[in-house]
């Protein structure tokens, strides 16, 4: 069992940026992949970045490119999302999980967080 929570979400203006946490506990936590997803409202769930367990290898969705980058520091257990240049359309849940390989794919994830909110304003 995996146990993970989400920080780092908030209200931000377009252009700030947000750095979103996830810490995990429990079981071998540092062996899993990572990935952040994200839903808006009215919309499905969505990938946003992925990290092996190593972290040497993260993937990103192709519209956040340059924007957005995922790191994590095993030691602690926490996995981060960096967000730059935010856009409206970046509001969301973001929710980070885990997964035993590296994937875009949602259903690979079998631990998910609560989710913390970003919002941003025009």
């Known amino acids: 069992q995996v146990q993970l929570v989400e920080s780092g979400g908030g209200l931000v203006q377009a252009g700030g940026s947000l750095r979103l946490s996830c810490a995990a506990s429990?079981?071998?936590?540092?062996?899993?992949?990572m990935g952040w997803f994200r839903q808006a409202p009215g919309k499905e769930r969505e990938f946003v970045a992925a990290?092996?367990?190593?972290?040497?290898?993260?993937y990103y969705a192709d519209s956040l490119k340059g924007r957005f980058t995922i790191s994590r520091d095993n030691a602690k257990n926490t996995v981060y999302l960096q967000t730059n240049s935010l856009k409206p359309e970046d509001t969301a849940v973001y929710y980070c999980?885990?997964?035993?390989?590296?994937?875009?794919?949602?259903?690979?994830?079998?631990?998910w967080g609560q989710g913390t909110q970003v919002t941003v304003s025009s």
């Open positions: 429990g079981r071998t936590s540092s062996m899993y992949a």
């Open positions: 990290i092996s367990w190593s972290g040497g290898r993260t």
């Open positions: 999980a885990t997964s035993w390989v590296v994937s875009i794919d949602a259903a690979r994830y079998d631990y």
